[in-house]
């Protein structure tokens, strides 16, 4: 038997668990528990979203908005 531990806040019902793709169609037991002595997260409050401040850091091509070749679209469907 194998154990891994894997410490996350969670932050909704659903858990993505980085390193277990080898885990991955075997049986496995999961348990959680809290943890109650663990200090705060600095990212418990949310921070409050500032319009624009992001401006000037993303770039988006200017055909973006145009269809994608057949060979991306098909590539969906395998």
Do not use: C, H, Q
């Not at 668990?17 to 600095?42: F, H, N, R, W, Y």
Request: proline share 8%; aromatic share 6%.
């Amino acid at each position: 038997m194998n154990a891994t531990r894997i410490r996350r806040r969670l932050d909704s019902d659903v858990v993505r668990l980085p390193g277990v793709e080898d885990l991955i169609g075997k049986d496995v037991e999961i348990i959680v528990m809290e943890d109650t002595s663990a200090p705060p997260s600095a990212n418990a409050e949310l921070r409050k979203r500032i319009r624009g401040s992001a401006k000037g850091k993303v770039w988006i091509s200017p055909d973006f908005d145009k269809p994608l070749p057949d060979e991306v679209i098909n590539g969906f469907y395998r």
